[in-house]
């Protein structure tokens, strides 16, 4: 894809029509439409084209998914002859630090969702958690963020054929001011390309590996929960 042109402004008040290629220095690099680069100082931009030039080249960000869980046992009374269920706990968050020198006095909106799966079927996914949250790194918070979420509570059942639910992946996403991606983490490489229909989906639904609202699979004849 060509690079998205962008109307400059110069000290003069001549409008420049070119793409952004990058910094050099105290200039800003860019493509005419015919091809030939122009440096033009940064101090001679516009307000509006230096917050351009700002929101073009974002940071690197050093990001990772967060994951707290604490145990509960549910104890069956002596005249159900059943396994008691498990009951997980889990609290999931994100930390995000960053790990390049330039200033990005902008803002930062990270997005992160949380997917768990059937016990019972691995091939259908649960939507556990979706947060976002938003933060300017500055010296103050040390370039940093950090934002957990709600308890997300997961019933299982160990027997011989184990029903329940259990965290399997996630998606982190850092998008700038404009909605464009600054960085993408998963840890599965088909939850990104499927962010759209991700998008549409609510806490509790179930997906397929196209991020597709799904059925549940339902219990055997002998299961409580799945």
Not at 49 to 64: I, Q
Not at 112 to 121: A, E
Not at 207 to 215: G, I, K, N, Q, S
Request: aromatic share 10%; with cysteine.
């Amino acid at each position: 894809r060509s690079p998205e042109r962008h109307h400059w402004t110069g000290a003069d008040g001549e409008i420049v029509e070119a793409a952004f290629v990058g910094v050099i220095g105290d200039s800003v690099v860019l493509e005419s439409p015919r091809g030939k680069q122009i440096r033009l100082p940064l101090a001679q931009l516009t307000p509006e084209d230096r917050n351009y030039v700002g929101l073009a080249e974002p940071p690197t960000f050093n990001c990772s998914v967060t994951k707290q869980s604490s145990q509960r046992i549910i104890e069956t009374t002596p005249f159900l002859n059943e396994v008691p269920p498990r009951l997980l706990d889990y609290t999931f968050g994100a930390k995000i630090r960053q790990t390049s020198a330039r200033a990005y006095p902008h803002t930062v909106h990270a997005e992160l969702f949380v997917l768990g799966q059937q016990r019972i079927d691995d091939r259908k996914y649960m939507l556990l958690d979706h947060q976002t949250s938003s933060f300017i790194p500055r010296n103050k918070n040390h370039r940093s963020h950090r934002f957990t979420g709600a308890v997300v509570e997961l019933m299982s059942y160990d027997t011989d054929q184990p029903r329940g639910r259990k965290y399997s992946d996630y998606l982190l996403i850092l998008t700038d001011e404009r909605g464009q991606l600054i960085q993408q983490h998963a840890s599965a490489d088909w939850i990104y390309p499927n962010l759209g229909n991700l998008r549409k989906l609510r806490v509790g639904n179930f997906l397929d590996e196209t991020c597709v609202r799904v059925y549940p699979t339902g219990p055997g004849p002998k299961s409580l929960y799945y």
